[in-house]
Structure formats: C-alpha cells, structure tokens
C-alpha cells in the first residue's frame, strides 16, 4: 500500500471512535428515554441511519484503498479517489445528524444537504475507481 493510501486510511481509522462515541449517545438517549429522541421519529430515524452509514461507508471507504493502489489511475485521480471515498463516511452522517439537531425538529434542515454530497463523494469515488480497474 503507498504512503499517501496509508495516510488516508489512518485519518479514516481516526473516526471509527466518533462512531463508537455515536452509538453510546443514541444508547444512551433510549436507555435514559431522552425526549427529543423515542418520541421523535424523523430525528430518530435520521441518527440510526446516520449512524449507521458511517460505520459501513468507513468500511467501504478502508476496503477501498487496497484496491487504489492497484488500478491504472494517475497519482491525481488516486488522489482524488482518496478524498472522495475519505469524504464519504463524513459528510453522509453529518447530514443525517445535524438536519436534525434540535430535539423539536420535525423535517431535515437545510444541512440535509451534506448526505446529498456524501453521497456524490461515494458515488463519484466508486466510477472513477472502478474505471481505474477494468
């Protein structure tokens, strides 16, 4: 794995306790019976998913880079397939999680929008990687 792979991977292995930090919130949110969080579905809702995309998108993301390295992509286009897949398991949870921040909230908020970018980040970061591969 190049230096600038391993580089990326640790920065997206550095988030994994803002995941764990993520599930102990929402546990502890149901176990205490929170308001704002059991009676409010879209908020609800929109933190299991965001929760949830991050842990996988952080997988995807680290699985990846060993395949970077491996395609016939200039030093650019890895780069920018490392940012992208590095950008991904970010901005898709912080979307979910802060279109939704106040307990009373019962619609995403403008900042939903940053799920959208997360998603053009995947999505981009996967056609371009696996152009590099065939």
């Not at 997988?59 to 970077?68: E, G």
């Amino acid at each position: 794995m190049s230096p600038a792979s391993l580089t990326t991977a640790g920065v997206i292995f550095i988030t994994v306790p803002t995941i764990a930090f993520g599930g102990a919130s929402l546990l502890g949110l149901i176990g205490r019976r929170i308001p704002g969080y059991l009676d409010n579905p879209v908020r609800r809702g929109l933190w299991r998913a965001g929760h949830a995309h991050a842990g996988v998108l952080v997988m995807l993301a680290l699985v990846a880079l060993l395949y970077v390295d491996q395609s016939d992509l200039s030093g650019g286009l890895r780069t920018l397939v490392r940012v992208l897949f590095a950008a991904a398991p970010i901005l898709m949870p912080l979307g979910f999680f802060l279109s939704v921040l106040r307990p009373g909230d019962t619609r995403p908020g403008r900042l939903i929008w940053l799920t959208a970018a997360g998603g053009l980040c995947l999505s981009a970061g996967a056609v371009i990687l696996g152009a590099g591969l065939l």
